[in-house]
């Protein structure tokens, strides 16, 4: 392929698609007009739109005024017009919100609580998009205090003189309860150990009176806390408490799991001071004492403190002032030095804490990672070591934190500034197998513009197959809850030598995704691509006279039903898709099918159990061939125990795939037999499936055998990315197809 060609291709289509087309005459506004205000005078709608009578008018200027006379919440729909020379402003206000209720809450303290939290206050404006947030962020806080159940439904009424009145009505429901904890990662200690470190508590009939039993998210937080420090006494100088999450097991139950990365263990090593020169070194003796005595210890935060609280102590005896450390700490291997740069200063007490800069990172998150808190007293070596606490998190290109006075005479103040890194991600994959192997490159800004805009570029290779995409993705397209996405492809798969033809792909999709009704999720989308197939010289010559080049556009429409319960080792519910390509402009005109359900279930515990029916269909609506790149075949996870692609009708050599496919898969995963091997599951599998319909020669062997398979599959998640075995044993086939017993893939990200 060329490539050359392809990327001229693409940036072209980015041009015409992405890039707005302003008006090639601009004109002159003479008048404004406007209609529908009964509230917000002209004045002020003329001057929310930042237009003037004199301008020139261009679809770009025509569009800020749309954005911002939408940004001031002021309107529910607003129209611009372009009438002659007279620019028509047509506005529809939104509804004054005269009061808020939330009924179901009977605490005072939750629903003062719950006030504060919402965006939408009294004697605002109403709006739909802020009102849907207010009752996501109600369910969010109910769920951090334990109620994790919580429904929540927003009741709006409308009020003489176009007023509202809106109503969250509460269903709290039972408190989420703590079935279980769990610790995965590298353990070094026992999880009984590691339980009774925590506050929070697995839940048990007699403890009726314990809230520690309830799922709470401020109690995670101290919890990750306590582990934290407990590794860090330990030498765990950089552990790392990745992430904690509940994985829900019933109705009302849950399995909360800690993630811990110990890393190595690290030991003291030189421990030095270094004291201004007028201060008496025998003052700091049996400092130095202590030193000696620490080295080839196990690291310990504890200790360290036990370092500056003796240095505090020196400086009351000594009456000093009050001493301030600059600590520097260096790593060599696994073993730690530490320097303490000792300074007279006056003793002072942290008043405020500020934080600055964190757009996106929650202040809470931040806070949790302080060793320094307010109240507490001011220490140099504590703020130090908080901001590299901070850039450990890995959120932040820099962090910088600065002292202020205080109020009082003895009280300081932390500025404590951040500035997040870039939103852009780049990622590159490999995968191999016994199929061969794959790599992958892609791109990835997930805030383009500071507009919230998605835009990703992917491109992946393999033996047979080159694929590239750049896309480009509004997910709350004009505030609402639809996605919009424009997505250029190029694609060339090369199969000549398995089934006899070679094709490039070049085009575009632009569609919508959005949630019509709960969980049940809507996508209408079209794409168009030019395309060239060619076939070599021992092809059929029904295969060769599909020779050619071709254009074709088709839209499609995606039903998903998800009643998973997690998207993450799913244990309970089931998913159900449907997706129908309808062609509109095409030299075969191929319609297709494909229907997906996988239903989940929990045999015992831990235990993961799914059932999969697959369908799909491609055939031609005028009678015609479909041609050879638009026939289906089956995916090795969908059956294993064949060669992919190798299965189905077989013209000559080469396997040309078939008008249907479909395929049952059943698995259900394995007790784990040895501990410490949370990172393993292994499973069995039982696979039916079928490949059948040659619409262009009926003469070709197509067998209506049933495929079908039983085998043991593994997966480890290793350092190096996921490793995936299976074992298989056919238990039918048809004469034609070939075999593949054993298979591995591994994959990596990096």
């Known amino acids: 392929m060329n490539k050359l060609k392809v990327i001229k291709f693409l940036s072209t289509l980015l041009i015409i698609f992405i890039i707005p ?19 917000i005078s002209n004045e ?3 001057m929310f739109s930042e237009i003037k009578v004199g301008e020139n008018i261009s679809s770009n200027i025509l569009n800020n005024i749309l954005k911002n006379l939408y940004e001031t919440n002021f309107f529910s729909d607003v129209s611009v017009k372009l009438k002659d020379e007279n620019l028509v402003i047509s506005v529809a206000e939104s509804p004054i919100i005269e009061k808020i209720v939330f009924e179901g809450i009977k605490a005072n303290k939750i629903e003062d609580a719950l006030y504060d939290i919402v965006k939408l206050k009294s004697r605002s404006s109403y709006n739909d998009f802020l009102a849907a947030n207010d009752r996501n962020l109600i369910r969010l806080f109910l769920q951090n205090i334990g109620y994790y159940f919580a429904e929540v439904s927003t009741v709006v009424e409308n009020l003489d003189d176009n007023l509202v009145k809106i109503s969250h009505v509460v269903e709290l429901g039972s408190k989420a309860k703590i079935k279980k904890i769990s610790f995965i990662g590298n353990k070094i200690f026992k999880d009984s150990k590691l339980k009774s470190l925590i506050a929070s508590e697995e839940y048990k009939f007699w403890k009726f009176i314990s809230g520690k039993k309830y799922l709470n998210q401020q109690t995670i937080n101290l919890d990750q806390r306590l582990l934290k420090n407990f590794y860090l006494n330990k030498g765990y100088y950089n552990v790392q408490i990745n992430t904690s999450f509940a994985k829900l097991i019933n109705e009302q139950e849950f399995e909360l799991i800690f993630n811990i990365n110990p890393n190595k263990k690290i030991f003291f090593d030189n421990l030095s001071i270094s004291i201004p020169t007028d201060f008496d070194s025998n ?20 200790t360290v403190n036990k370092i500056l609280n003796k240095l505090d102590f020196v400086t009351l005896n000594q009456e000093y002032k009050s001493i301030e450390a600059n600590i520097e700490e260096t790593i060599v291997d696994n073993k730690l030095n530490i320097l303490f740069n000792i300074e007279e200063t006056e003793k002072f007490f942290v008043e405020k804490i500020n934080i600055f800069g964190n757009n996106i990172t929650r202040e809470s998150v931040i806070r949790n990672n302080l060793d320094i808190d307010e109240g507490d007293p001011y220490n140099k070596i504590l703020q130090k070591k908080s901001e590299n606490n901070l850039k450990s998190l890995g959120f932040f290109k820099n962090v910088s934190s600065k002292v202020a006075d205080g109020k009082n005479d003895n009280s300081k103040i932390i500025n404590i500034e951040v500035e997040e890194k870039p939103t852009g991600e780049i990622s590159a ?12 490159f892609g791109i990835k ?12 570029a992917i491109a992946s290779v393999n033996s047979e197959s080159f694929k590239g995409s750049l896309g480009i993705t509004n997910p709350n397209y004009k505030n609402s809850d639809k996605s919009l996405y424009v997505k250029l492809n190029a694609i060339e798969i090369d199969r000549i030598k398995t089934n006899g033809y070679k094709t490039n ?30 076939t070599d010289a021992t092809a059929s010559a029904r295969q060769q006279s599909q020779e050619g080049n071709y254009w074709d556009t088709f839209v499609a429409a995606n039903f998903d039903y998800d009643k998973r319960n997690q998207k993450f080792k799913t244990d309970s519910g089931f998913r159900s898709t449907y997706n129908l390509d ?14 997906n359900f996988k239903k989940y279930s929990s045999l015992y515990e831990n235990n993961i159990t799914s059932l999969s029916f697959f369908f799909e269909s491609a055939n031609s609506i005028d009678g015609e061939d479909i041609k050879l790149s638009e026939r289906l075949f089956l995916s090795s996870r969908k059956l294993r125990g064949f060669e992919r692609g190798k299965v189905g009708p077989k013209d000559g050599n080469d396997f040309i795939g078939g008008n249907y496919a479909t395929a049952i898969n059943a698995n259900t995963t394995l007790p784990v037999l040895f501990e410490n091997s949370e990172n393993i599951d292994a499973s069995i599998f039982f696979d039916v499936a079928n490949i059948w319909g040659v619409d262009y020669d009926s003469s070709i062997a197509d067998s209506d055998k049933i495929r079908s ?7 480890w998640f290793t350092p190096l990315g996921p490793l995936n075995f299976s074992l298989s044993e056919t238990l039918s086939k048809a004469d034609t197809d070939i075999e593949e017993s054993f298979r591995f893939n591994l994959g990596t990200t990096f």
């Open 445 to 456: 800004e997930n805030n383009y513009l500071g507009k919230g805009l998605s835009v990703k």
């Open 429 to 440: 994959g490999a995968g191999f197998g016994t199929s061969g192997g794959t790599f992958e």
């Open 283 to 302: 003052n700091f003796s049996e400092l130095n004492k202590l030193f000696k005595d620490l080295k080839g210890e196990p690291y310990s935060i504890n």
């Open 44 to 46: 002020a709608i003329i």
């Open 505 to 534: 792909k070049t085009g575009f999709d632009i569609g919508t995704n959005f949630e019509y009704y709960e969980d049940f999720y809507l996508g209408v989308s079209t794409r168009s691509f030019y395309e060239k197939i060619e």
């Open 21 to 39: 087309i302003s008006f090639s005459n601009a004109k002159i506004i003479k008048n404004i007009i406007i209609n529908g205000n009964d509230r």
């Open 582 to 595: 309808l062609p509109l402009i095409s030299d075969t005109y191929t319609l297709t099918n494909t229907y």
């Open 709 to 715: 398979a039983i085998g043991i599959g593994i997966n």
